[in-house]
């Protein structure tokens, strides 16, 4: 029960609770589509990952065991508080294993080890339309999505390959749900963007000031737009190695030596990097 | 006259603005000021519009501001929605199927591969934001074609063909004076080969010399693909050099329509007269 005894048991009242699982229920039935629910206040400000928190406090029972990532790692600020909110309105356990977590909450991510049926990943989203660069007006963007119409995210790719030669989203690369609706996959990298496509777990994406909910449920086909000339590519991490557990192939963090010069790469995912290194203490 | 299907039949069209009263649906002569109710103050913008455009011909709708020239064009690119009507395009389901009956879904498919439309205002027909070449290939990638190289090299014959240098292509058309603008309209309508072309007071706001430039590109196309067009202005020099046909547009109806040099020379009814003298 709650460490305070003023607050329901996950912040939220059971209403709220309730209305937000009911928006859930719908975003699962229509993978991609994005559900408008209606988004509470929360003690963290909207743009602060609040929309993700909603989904995991409404999804979270006393038996969870939780883990909060923020781009990667388990430790930084946006982490560590929201945790320690959920952690004292719940008195769940929280973990930074991957693999302990039943529920994952995460900004800007997708964890490296791959998810499992009874886990849940929450994705925090600060702009779920895809569509919102081409066409500001929300009535415009939901009669483009009721019928079909992606020209506008195409063209943002095609004037991207035009100018650059290359496409050049950085993260949030939108990606197709089961033939159907063309959803941001909130600022993952592009080398997440696969982990969408046929996955075990459920994926959940909540976008707080926007006020919408939408979901990729396990094994639904996710694919990122693409040219038939220019076909889609995640970000180049050959030749990178990790300066703290020797990982390659995985996403990096780029450090820079302001002192000496140089760069050097680390595992992005703090806790698998962790992991690695543990691995390797214990057989040398 | 041959026997081949028009292009295009649009057949009873009426657009209304408000809902209308028993006195303006029943004794239009007598309760309408111009287009407009003296009860209800409903604006019939299109009363019983009815027309056919034939293969590779051009048809002018000529007539003077708020008279429903663009109204037409504007409810058969979908821009706006008929209040009653009907309009059949022979390349749609062989002219079977009824355009302002077909779903959101279908209308973005015929708008997207058998219409090309030029708008008065390039802000309207044209993203400013983007590059010229990605402004005409938004009209090949919304008809389904996902090939960078291809519609790039497209865009290039296309702007060649409108006599834009190709070494501007990737600059936006923001940057472009008005004429440069409505000729990436045109190219961009023409991106897909559509069987007929929505042209809007095209030269409208452009100087002289502009103006008999955008002319002599609409002539060369016309010539050169042979597609059909429906031509809106109000100026009636410039439907003189390009319609075969015209219709009269005055307060929402059809006063006059025939060929273009039958009307200059021997107009029939009153309004026409007076427009066709006022050109001298």
Same mark, same amino acid.
């Given at each position: ?131 919102? !660069? ?116 995985? !996403? ?33 | ?15 209304? *603005? ?55 064009? @504007? ?16 390349? *749609? ?18 708008? @997207? ?163 066709? *003298?006022?050109?001298?």
């Amino acid at each position: 029960m709650s460490r305070h005894g003023t607050y329901n048991f996950a912040f939220l009242d059971e209403g709220s609770k309730r209305e937000i699982r009911r928006a859930t229920l719908k975003a699962i039935a229509i993978p991609g589509y994005q559900v408008p629910f209606a988004s509470r206040e929360m003690p963290i400000a909207r743009g602060w990952g609040t929309g993700g928190l909603q989904l995991t406090l409404s999804l979270i029972g006393p038996d969870d065991t939780l883990k909060v990532i923020d781009q990667g790692t388990d430790e930084s600020v946006n982490a560590v508080n929201i945790k320690a909110l959920i952690r004292s309105t719940t008195g769940v356990t929280t973990s930074d294993d991957t693999a302990e977590a039943t529920l994952i909450q995460s900004r800007h991510r997708i964890p490296d080890k791959p998810l499992r049926p009874d886990q849940i990943l929450i994705l925090q989203v600060p702009i779920p339309e895809p569509l919102r !660069f081409v066409e500001p007006r929300e009535e415009v963007t939901r009669r483009l999505h009721a019928e079909r119409d992606y020209t506008g995210a195409y063209v943002l790719l095609f004037e991207q390959i035009m100018r650059h030669g290359d496409v050049t989203t950085g993260a949030d690369h939108p990606v197709e749900v089961h033939d159907r609706y063309v959803m941001a996959p909130s600022p993952i990298p592009r080398i997440d963007n696969p982990k969408m496509d046929h996955g075990d777990a459920l994926i959940l994406l909540g976008a707080g000031r926007e006020k919408k909910i939408y979901a990729v449920p396990p094994h639904t086909r996710v694919t990122s737009l693409a040219f038939d000339d220019h076909p889609f590519r995640s970000e180049d991490v050959d030749g990178r190695t990790c300066e703290l557990c020797g990982a390659e192939g995985v !996403f990096m963090d780029e450090i820079q030596d302001a002192q000496h010069g140089g760069t050097s790469f680390r595992c992005n995912d703090t806790s698998e990097c962790l992991a690695r290194m543990n691995a390797h203490a214990r057989t040398s | 006259m041959t026997t081949t299907l028009p292009v295009l039949t649009v057949d009873d069209l009426s657009k209304r *603005y408000g809902s209308g009263c028993a006195a303006c649906r029943d004794h239009a002569e007598t309760a309408l000021q111009g287009n407009t109710c003296r009860h209800c103050g409903t604006v019939h913008a299109l009363s019983g519009v009815s027309f056919e455009v034939h293969p590779g011909e051009v048809l002018g709708i000529v007539g003077e501001s708020g008279s429903g020239k663009s109204t037409i064009l @504007n409810c058969l690119y979908f821009d706006e929605e008929p209040t009653s009507g009907h309009a059949y395009l022979a390349a *749609y389901e062989r002219g079977a199927a009824d355009l302002w009956t077909a779903s959101g879904e279908r209308r973005r498919w015929i708008r @997207n591969h058998l219409l090309g439309k030029v708008y008065q205002n390039p802000m309207l027909g044209l993203n400013m934001d983007f590059s010229s070449v990605a402004n005409i290939a938004e009209k090949m990638i919304a008809a389904n074609d996902r090939h960078v190289g291809r519609m790039e090299a497209r865009a290039r014959v296309l702007l060649e063909h409108t006599r834009i240098p190709t070494h501007r292509m990737k600059t936006s058309p923001r940057q472009f004076s008005g004429g440069m603008q409505q000729r990436v309209q045109i190219a961009k309508a023409l991106s897909n080969e559509p069987p007929i072309l929505l042209l809007d007071e095209v030269t409208t706001g452009l100087d002289l010399s502009v103006q008999a430039r955008v002319l002599d590109l609409i002539k060369q196309i016309r010539r050169d693909v042979g597609v059909a067009m429906i031509l809106v202005s109000h100026d009636l020099a410039v439907i003189r050099m390009l319609a075969d046909r015209t219709i009269v547009m005055r307060d929402g109806r059809q006063v006059e329509a025939g060929l273009t040099d039958q009307i200059m020379e021997d107009p029939q009814h009153p309004y026409t007269q007076e427009l066709v *003298y006022s050109l001298l």
